[in-house]
Structures are given as structure tokens and as C-alpha cells.
């Protein structure tokens, strides 16, 4: 049964994805946060709970 939304790959080299490692995939959502946007997101949140402590 073929799933709606799949492609298809082809692995050129295999291995373990760690840190400073890059993964292309244009046009395709692989359902994970960047890890700025997390960031960035902890910053606000530190922030806030800071300017209420304060």
C-alpha cells in the first residue's frame, strides 16, 4: 500500500546523523523543529520568566 505524501530515496553514504552534520532535503517537511527556532523560543520563555520574577 503506497502512503499519501511518500518519496521515495536513495542513500548516497550511509551513517549516524550527529551535531555540525548536514541533511538536504528540499521541499520536504521532516516533521522536526530547527534548532534555532527552538532556541529562540527558550530565550523568550527564560525572558518572560525573568521579567516576572523581577
Do not use: Q
Not at 24 to 53: F, T
Request: with cysteine; hydrophobic share 35%.
Amino acid at each position: 500500500m503506497r502512503r499519501t505524501g511518500y518519496r521515495g530515496c536513495r542513500v548516497m553514504a550511509g551513517g549516524e546523523l550527529r551535531s555540525r552534520k548536514g541533511l538536504n532535503a528540499p521541499g520536504v517537511d521532516l516533521g522536526v523543529e530547527i534548532p534555532i527556532e527552538r532556541i529562540a523560543i527558550e530565550r523568550k520563555r527564560l525572558v518572560r520568566r525573568a521579567n516576572l520574577r523581577g
